[in-house]
C-alpha cells in the first residue's frame, strides 16, 4: 500500500502570512494532485502535477512536485482567509486509476 | 451540470440497520469510488469501479457492498450497520487519463 504523509496537521497563521504544505511518500507516483475541502463539502481539484520537477501556479498558489515524484508543496503567498480549509494531497498510481490520499493539512488564516 | 450527485444528506441509524447511499454522475465518467471521511484520517477508500459491470475493493471494505446499476449510478450498501461505520461518505467520479476525481457533496451517517 502507497502512503502519503502530510505535514504539518494544522496550520494557524494571519492574513499576509505565507505557508507550505508537503506532502511525501517512499513510493513513487504517477501523478499527484492538490484538494481542498471546505466545511460541509467534497474535496475540489485544485491542480494536477505529472512531471518530476514540475512548478504549477495557480493565483498565489505554488505546486510543486518534487523531481523523484515522492513528494510535493504546496505554497500559498500572502494568505487570505477565503484560503481557510482542508488541504489534500493525492497520489495517483501508475498501473490502475486510484487515488491515495494524504491524511490532510487544516489550515486557518485569521484576519 | 449537476456533477456528483448523493442522496441523502444526512442519515441516523441504529446499530443493525441496514440502508443504501445513492450516487449519480452526469459527466458520462468510466470510473466512480465511495469514500469514507473520519476526523484527521483523510479519505479511505471503500470500494471504486473502474467501468461498468466491474467493481473492486479499496482500502476499508469490510461492512460494506457495492452496484454499478449503469454508467451514471454507484450505490453504496450498509448491509447492518455498526457504529463504527459513522463517518462522512463521498462518491467521486473520473473520466481522465490523470485520475483527477470529481467529489459529490457528501453524505453524513451517524450509527447509534
Known amino acids: 500500500t502507497q502512503l502519503l504523509e502530510q505535514s504539518p496537521q494544522f496550520l494557524s497563521i494571519q492574513e499576509g502570512e505565507n505557508l507550505t504544505v508537503y506532502c511525501n511518500s517512499s513510493?513513487?507516483?504517477?501523478?499527484l494532485q492538490w484538494y481542498r475541502q471546505e466545511p460541509g463539502e467534497g474535496p475540489v481539484l485544485l491542480v494536477t502535477v505529472v512531471t518530476g520537477g514540475e512548478v504549477k501556479k495557480l493565483k498565489r498558489l505554488t505546486f510543486q512536485f518534487g523531481d523523484a515524484r515522492k513528494d510535493s508543496s504546496l505554497h500559498i503567498t500572502a494568505a487570505q482567509p477565503g484560503d481557510t480549509g482542508l488541504y489534500l494531497c493525492?497520489?495517483?498510481?501508475?498501473?490502475?486509476?486510484?487515488?491515495?490520499f494524504g491524511g490532510g493539512t487544516r489550515v486557518l488564516v485569521k484576519p | 451540470n449537476a456533477g456528483v450527485t448523493q442522496t441523502p444528506k444526512f442519515q441516523v441509524l441504529k446499530t443493525g440497520q441496514s440502508m443504501t447511499l445513492q450516487c449519480a454522475q452526469d459527466m458520462n465518467h468510466n470510473s466512480m469510488y465511495w469514500y469514507r471521511q473520519d476526523p484527521g484520517m483523510g479519505l479511505r477508500l471503500i470500494y471504486y469501479s473502474a467501468s461498468e459491470g466491474t467493481t473492486d475493493k479499496g482500502e476499508v471494505p469490510n461492512g460494506y457492498n457495492v452496484s454499478r446499476l449503469n454508467k451514471r449510478e454507484f450505490s453504496l450498501r450498509l448491509e447492518s450497520a455498526a457504529p463504527s461505520q459513522t463517518s462522512v461518505y463521498f462518491c467521486?467520479?473520473?473520466?481522465?487519463?490523470?485520475?483527477?476525481?470529481?467529489f459529490g457533496p457528501g453524505t453524513r451517517l451517524t450509527v447509534t
Open positions: 513510493s513513487v507516483f504517477s501523478s
Open positions: 467521486a467520479s473520473s473520466g481522465g487519463l490523470s485520475y483527477e476525481q470529481y
Open positions: 493525492a497520489g495517483a498510481e501508475a498501473a490502475g486509476n486510484k487515488l491515495t
